[in-house]
């Protein structure tokens, strides 16, 4: 269904060393750097046949998290839940909701972690509990 996800980066240097930290943690590499017509700077990480990119706004305006906007990430164990968020909270992120963790959901128990990063977008890790 999607092709990519791309947030906006008001400091695109310390967006990549957020993003290099926590999509690290799932095997992710290192992005490739794409400059847009418009001199805008871009990062896009590619792994496991999907695409995160970072961007400078190329509006010009201030990059914003989305209200009510969550970007999930998968994960293959609960300690890879954890490291995820442990990475983001060390490189500029912040904790929120619930401490990392099991949870029992309405589609079934799942290990959760929620961060922001340093531009306000909200990003979960989960694994589902199978």
């Given at each position: 269904?999607?092709?990519?996800?791309?947030?906006?980066?008001?400091?695109?240097?310390?967006?990549?060393?957020?993003?290099?930290?926590?999509?690290?943690?799932?095997?992710?590499?290192?992005?490739?750097?794409?400059?847009?017509?418009?001199?805008?700077?871009?990062?896009?990480?590619?792994?496991?046949?999907?695409?995160?990119?970072?961007?400078?706004?190329?509006?010009?305006?201030?990059?914003?998290?989305?209200?009510g906007g969550t970007i999930g990430f998968k994960c293959s164990s609960p300690e890879q839940v954890?490291?995820?968020?442990?990475?983001?909270?060390?490189?500029?992120?912040?904790?929120?909701?619930?401490?990392?963790?099991?949870?029992?959901?309405?589609?079934?128990?799942?290990?959760?972690?929620?961060?922001?990063?340093?531009?306000?977008?909200?990003?979960?890790?989960?694994?589902?509990?199978?």
């Amino acid at each position: 269904m999607f092709n990519h996800i791309m947030v906006g980066a008001s400091d695109i240097e310390r967006a990549k060393r957020f993003y290099d930290a926590v999509l690290g943690t799932l095997g992710a590499g290192e992005p490739l750097r794409n400059e847009a017509p418009t001199g805008h700077v871009r990062y896009f990480y590619r792994h496991d046949g999907n695409t995160f990119g970072i961007s400078e706004p190329i509006n010009g305006e201030a990059a914003c998290g989305a209200n009510g906007g969550t970007i999930g990430f998968k994960c293959s164990s609960p300690e890879q839940v954890k490291a995820f968020h442990d990475a983001g909270i060390a490189n500029g992120g912040t904790s929120i909701e619930d401490a990392p963790g099991l949870r029992e959901t309405s589609m079934g128990p799942m290990h959760l972690a929620y961060v922001r990063d340093p531009d306000g977008n909200k990003l979960c890790a989960i694994h589902r509990v199978k």
